[in-house]
């Protein structure tokens, strides 16, 4: 159920600048991580922000505008907090619809070609456990490697993606200094962007 001082259903924003920020976070209402990370991708100019979950509770996803938005922007960023390994379900609805064959991948499938993919993630693991001989026993780049190749079977570029880890211990400074890190990670990567 929607928290009630949610905004009502929204319709995806009409393209701003040269980044799309794609938020999923099923609860942003109680979310301390994404809730200051979209903060701080709002204040950089040329970034789009598209809270899928305000968009499409339903899940009823509108692929030709999800398209439209992918095709407008030169950098996509998926952010999300980390979901069982992965990201929240809405955002492999997103992934299932919108990256069709003969558009995102396959003959003619060219729309994507050249842009580039950043995953802006949050975790409750601390970053010890994102290790070999940690509790997740994998690193995050490991476990990120489907969003890797998909972004490598659409032709697209592949960022480091930007991590924070262990989102509830860390105090307001850590995630104030996130916020920073984000702001500036998204600026650096406009700035490398090929015109036009
Ligand atoms: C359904 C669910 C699954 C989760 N799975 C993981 C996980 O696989 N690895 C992990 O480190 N944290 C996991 N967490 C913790 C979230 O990643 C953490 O609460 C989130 O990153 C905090 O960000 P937020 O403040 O924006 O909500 C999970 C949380 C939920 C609710």
């Given at each position: 159920m929607r928290h009630p001082t949610r905004p009502a259903f929204r319709a995806p924003p009409t393209p701003t600048g040269r980044a799309l920020v794609l938020l999923a976070?099923?609860?942003?209402?109680?979310?301390?991580?994404?809730?200051?990370?979209?903060?701080?991708?709002r204040s950089v100019e040329g970034v789009t922000v598209h809270d899928l979950y305000d968009c499409y509770p339903d899940f009823d996803v509108d692929t030709e505008r999800e398209q439209q938005l992918l095709a407008a922007h030169p950098l996509i960023v998926l952010q999300f907090p980390f979901y069982w390994y992965s990201a929240p379900a809405l955002m492999k609805q997103?992934?299932?619809?919108?990256?069709?064959?003969g558009w995102a991948y396959g003959p003619g499938g060219l729309a994507l070609e050249g842009k580039t993919l950043l995953c802006a993630l949050t975790t409750g693991g601390g970053e010890g456990a994102y290790k070999p001989d940690g509790s997740n026993r994998f690193t995050i780049d490991e476990l990120l490697r489907p969003f890797e190749q998909t972004a490598h079977l659409c032709k697209m570029r592949w960022a480091e993606p930007f991590v924070v880890y262990g989102v509830?211990?860390?105090?307001?400074?850590?995630l104030a200094e996130a916020k920073r890190q984000y702001a500036e990670r998204l600026r650096s990567l406009l700035a490398g962007l090929e015109t036009p």
């Open positions: 976070h099923p609860t942003l209402h109680r979310s301390r991580g994404n809730a200051a990370l979209i903060t701080a991708a997103w992934l299932d619809l919108v990256l069709e064959f509830h211990r860390e105090e307001a400074s850590i």
